[in-house]
């Protein structure tokens, strides 16, 4: 359940003091994957039946996407993705039956290819270069791109034919490991700088004002111990949050609950 703070963080942003609006989240639910060989997790997305997920097989040079059976967490299908020296997959985003995903060469300022996937069957859709090395995607509903490269510093616009229409500094600093586009607003999972010390975020980024509205803050611990649960993959999922932060043998998708009013926006 959501536990609304008595006081908002003050950032810095776009040159003045704004308020931002601070949520508590306890965990809620946890779905451990039923299969070892998910690599080093990067990005993550789901649908009402399935989960998808990026990651990178360190030392093969390797990129990976499975698609997971939410109801036991078992493998449905994997798939390879190796375009020279491009191979990292990231964060991504599900949209219309299709999966957003940059595979990158594993280093800043490189070079991307986003790849758009039939999320059944991980065929190639369609295709983008970037020069640069983007990290994470998301989609806006009319097919324009979000695209954060290495630690989210600075953040594209591409449009729908993949195209550079605009470019920004990230306005929180956080290095944002995965994004997703909802209703004018960009989220955001990473960790973050606050008075208590540093926390597993989810930021969300109204893009109308480029401004910070709102900071999740992720409170409980992981399979593994811990809670940093935004370290790697994230997505939206009706009003839950959901977190995939730990590689194989330990990768498991935790749940957030927002509650009614985790959608709202503030006045």
Known sequence: MAAWTAAAILATLGGADAAVETVELALAQSHPFAFAETHHVQGLAADADR??????ERGANVGWMFQVDRADGKALRTARFVLGPQYHPGGMQLRDGKLYVPLAEYRPKSTTTILVLDANDFRVLQSFPVRDHIGAVAVDDRGGMYAANWDAREIYFLNAAGEEV?????????????????DGRLWGCGNAKTPAGPRSVVDVVDVATWKH??????????????????REGFTLDGRRLLLLPEDGPN?????????????????
């Open 51 to 56: 989960f998808y997920a990026s990651s990178v």
């Open 166 to 182: 605009e470019r920004r500094a990230n306005p929180t600093g956080v290095a944002y490991q995965d994004v997703e586009w909802r």
């Open 213 to 230: 509205v709102r900071r999740f803050l992720l409170a409980g611990e992981r399979r593994t111990g811990g809670s940093n649960f935004s």
């Open 251 to 267: 990768s498991t998708v935790y749940v957030f609950e927002t509650g009614s009013d985790g959608d709202r926006r503030p006045q």
